[in-house]
């Protein structure tokens, strides 16, 4: 069974591949138990790792290595027994980090950005330093190490349509406010590795349950995808191909809001067990945008395009849609009410030539967009609140400005 | 093979004129419709719809699933449960929908992939709906999903814990045997599910029928293969299984039987550790005793020749079987292997890795009387007779 590298290993991994294969290092046993801090009994079935402690801080290795090859990591991961033991064979001499997950009980690593653990800075070594057990492992002396983990808090509740008919099969992810880079950011928690907790779904009633989270600030996000998977094979051979379509790609928050702006964050306390942390997806308050890209000197219809739908305060990308090559026009599934500002830039006449693949290739030929004209970019304002089936949206020539324009969903 | 990006799939829309508003492929048909909740009357939303051809053979009469991919990919329903399947070449199809919690024609069959299931006895049949396609034609079809019955509980250790990440399966009698049941619904999550932090399972979209449950306590460890692969591979260390009626046996199994819709709360799993013993030890070679690092063990029960416990040898060679209550049982190794895993490098960087067998041994099987835990076990495998000709003349 091959599994989701762990992206800590992974970058372990690559520095390590530019090494020669040499002679193996000497290497020694971890052994330990996993405790559960709440209740006193040991961890079942519990996940240990050792996470180098190299990657993770700027401390001098206490033991650097003579030689380069010394320094592969064999990092493993183990499952406890029904005592809360384990035992982790061939540990490579060096300082590490224990960390161990089970589901409901704090994971500390989660709440750190993928960033932050690939290049932490100093505030993120202290916190690593605090939270983490910490050993250094010598060669042929075998290890012992003993983990509590501390339980954590949990959200649960129910994704209804605003028919009152559960929204089954979605995931739902807790979201935190961090860092990412200089802007603060709503992002979910970093997933545990090996799919341990994979994400969470609602349950044929609706139902959602998210655990093991630390006391902060959290929304919660429910995706609703709505997808096409096409099938092809060739004539004679077996087996085939699928590529999945996304058709829309929708959000919806606490609070049960459709945008992140509009969403109410709220503050989980140690241990707490929050229920009733319901969601409703507003169907009758998504709406479907049709228009067209047209030239503003003489009107005629554009076959290129890219249109994005624009939240008026940040700017952010709301959705976005091309100009379809079958019927000319952009169509936006699903919009939610309220203020927006539609992009569109690579707007041109194109005209679409057959390329042929290198012979045996199936299929044989693709197409390809060449350009007779391309235009300028232009911003134009919305505002929603039914479906909008007759946008035209005009670009100007290149270089030359826009006319603003005054866009009404009901024109 | 290169994969194709679904815009370069219509090869023939370049005789399409950019004003047609179909770019359905020639001689193709569409099938499109609407998926309802019966219970409900509410459209299925986000619900999965899939063609599957219809095979009638000459034998029966009967008509079977193919077996083959659907023939028109996989569509999710909108929010009005609408759905559309474009480019489906003309045939007789089966419309199967599947919707979380529904029953679906497909999923809970019997290990029959290819024939068209049957009720039960004096049940009435699961109609699956069909539609026939014709060329260039829309085939409209509006079908109505039935709310299946629905199991859950807890998943517990005998001191009153709950025991999280569980896997837990539904089990139907089909012939003389217990096979899985647990529906598939195409884009879902993962099943089986695993119980959650407090122990809490729910398994639904079921048939009104006896159904026994398996929970199954799986303990994986994830080794690196070596330096310059990236990634960890699982091996499953040790798993063990108990069953509806806190049994490790499933001759002992208790059913549970599920009418029509039927909302069965309060199903309940202890898993009986102060009963557990547990077997450690080594399989090591005849001769010069090196530990065996590949292979297969299982303690089977005589009576019913069900595997209690079964694991893969680590690399280390050691086993680690939990989860044994008493009693005599058959152990057996199977496909004991010296094996050397091989880094293939690509392009000096990527790195995957490969599985060479360097010697393989003969399966072993024997008595094993369990009444505590067994410590230091250690098992003795030799070369199997056929890899060494000189040494039968």
Same mark, same amino acid.
């Given at each position: 069974m091959r599994i989701r590298p762990l992206s800590i290993l992974l970058a372990i991994s690559l520095a390590a591949a530019a090494q020669q294969p040499g002679k193996k290092p000497a290497t020694t046993t971890v052994t330990g138990h996993v405790y559960l801090a709440d209740t006193n009994t040991p961890a079942r079935l519990a996940t240990v790792m050792l996470e180098p402690a190299a990657a993770l801080d700027n401390d001098p290795d206490p033991h650097p290595p003579k030689d380069r090859s010394a320094s592969l990591v064999y990092t493993s991961a183990v499952q406890t027994l029904l005592d809360g033991s384990f035992t982790i064979p061939k540990v490579a001499p060096g300082a590490y980090y224990v960390v161990a997950y089970k589901s409901g009980y704090l994971s500390p690593l989660s709440t750190f950005s993928e960033d932050a653990l690939q290049h932490p800075t100093a505030d993120d070594h202290k916190r690593i330093a605090t939270i983490l057990p910490r050993i250094v492992v010598e060669a042929r002396l075998p290890a012992s190490v003993d983990v509590r983990l501390e339980r954590g808090s949990a959200i649960s509740g129910t994704v209804l349509y605003d028919d009152g008919s559960p929204a089954s099969g979605l995931p739902v992810h807790a979201l935190v406010r961090r860092k990412d880079g200089k802007k603060e950011t709503w992002s979910p928690l970093r997933p545990m590795p090996f799919a341990l907790m994979a994400d969470v779904y609602t349950d044929d009633l609706g139902r959602y349950r998210l655990t093991g989270l630390e006391s902060r600030e959290y929304l919660v996000r429910v995706d609703l995808n709505l997808q096409h998977m096409d099938f092809a094979s060739a004539p004679g051979e077996s087996g085939g191909s699928s590529s999945v379509n996304n058709v829309a790609s929708l959000a919806f928050y606490s609070g049960s809001a459709t945008r992140r702006a509009d969403a109410t964050?709220?503050?989980?306390?140690? =241990?707490?067990?929050?229920?009733?942390?319901?969601?409703? @997806?507003?169907?009758?308050?998504? /709406?479907?945008?049709?228009?067209?890209?047209?030239?503003? /000197?003489?009107?005629?219809?554009?076959?290129?395009?890219?249109?994005?739908?624009?939240?008026? %305060?940040?700017?952010?990308?709301?959705?976005?849609?091309?100009?379809?090559?079958? %019927?000319?026009?952009?169509? !936006?599934?699903?919009?939610?009410?309220? =203020?927006? @500002?539609?992009?569109?830039? =690579?707007?041109?006449?194109?005209?679409?030539?057959?390329?042929?693949?290198?012979?045996?290739?199936?299929?044989?030929?693709?197409?390809?967009?060449?350009?007779?004209?391309?235009?300028?970019?232009? %911003?134009?304002?919305?505002?929603? /609140?039914?479906?909008?089936?007759? @946008?035209? !949206?005009?670009?100007?020539?290149?270089?030359?400005?826009? !006319?603003?324009?005054?866009?009404a969903a009901s024109q | 093979m290169r994969p194709w990006p679904l815009l370069f799939l219509p090869l023939f829309t370049l005789a399409a004129s950019a004003q047609n508003s179909s770019a359905a492929k020639p001689g193709t048909g569409t099938v499109t419709g609407h998926v309802y909740c019966a219970d409900t009357n509410a459209p299925s939303r986000v619900a999965s719809v899939q063609l599957e051809p219809v095979k009638d053979t000459k034998r029966s009469g009967t008509s079977h699933f193919s077996g083959d991919a659907p023939a028109s990919g996989i569509s999710r329903t909108g929010f009005d449960g609408s759905f559309t399947l474009a480019k489906v070449p003309p045939g007789s199809y089966y419309v199967v929908a599947s919707a979380q919690g529904y029953l679906s024609p497909m999923p809970n069959d019997d290990e029959s992939d290819d024939v068209e299931p049957q009720p039960p006895p004096g049940q009435p049949a699961v109609v699956i709906p069909r539609v026939d396609v014709q060329a260039d034609q829309a085939a409209s079809i509006d079908i109505r999903l039935e709310r299946g019955a629905a199991i859950s509980g807890a998943v517990r250790f005998d001191d009153g814990s709950p025991a999280s990440g569980v896997m837990v399966m539904v089990l139907h009698r089909s012939k003389d045997k217990w096979v899985p049941s647990t529906p598939q619904v195409p884009f879902a999550a993962p099943v089986p599910p695993a119980t959650d932090d407090v122990g809490h399972y729910r398994v639904s979209g079921l048939r009104d029928r006896d159904y026994v449950l398996m929970a199954i306590l799986s303990r994986t460890d994830f080794e690196s293969r070596g330096a310059r692969t990236t990634g960890l591979f699982g091996v499953e260390r040790s798993s063990l299984r108990i069953y509806s009626g806190d049994t490790p046996h499933i001759s002992d199994a208790v059913p549970i039987k599920l009418g029509p819709g039927e909302e069965r709360s309060g199903e309940d799993i202890t898993i009986p550790l102060s009963k557990f013993h547990s077997i450690s030890g080594v399989v090591t070679a005849t001769g010069d005793g090196h530990a065996i690092n590949s292979g297969h063990l299982a303690i089977e029960d005589p009576n019913d020749k069900e595997d209690i416990v079964d694991a893969e040898l680590g690399s280390d060679g050691a086993f680690h079987l939990e989860g044994v209550p008493e009693g005599t049982y058959t152990l057996r190794v199977q496909n004991p292997r010296d094996q050397r895993i091989q880094e293939i490098s690509v392009a000096g960087q990527q790195a995957f890795t490969n599985e060479k067998t360097l010697h393989q041994y003969g399966d072993l099987e024997q008595s094993i009387k369990v009444e505590g835990d067994i410590p230091n076990l250690v098992l003795t495998v030799s070369q199997r007779p056929q890899d060494h000709p000189t040494a039968a003349q």
């Open positions: 964050p709220f503050k989980l306390t140690a =241990n707490e067990e929050r229920s009733g942390e319901d969601i409703t @997806i507003p169907i009758a308050k998504l /709406h479907t945008i049709t228009g067209e890209v047209v030239a503003e /000197h003489d009107g005629h219809v554009l076959n290129q395009g890219n249109v994005k739908l624009l939240d008026p %305060d940040d700017k952010s990308e709301v959705e976005s849609s091309k100009v379809e090559r079958a %019927d000319g026009k952009f169509h !936006l599934f699903f919009v939610p009410e309220g =203020n927006y @500002i539609f992009h569109v830039d =690579n707007a041109a006449d194109v005209t679409y030539e057959d390329v042929p693949y290198p012979p045996g290739t199936l299929p044989p030929t693709h197409e390809e967009a060449h350009t007779i004209h391309a235009y300028g970019t232009a %911003d134009q304002p919305l505002n929603l /609140h039914d479906d909008a089936p007759t @946008i035209v !949206l005009s670009v100007p020539e290149k270089g030359a400005p826009s !006319l603003p324009k005054q866009t | -």
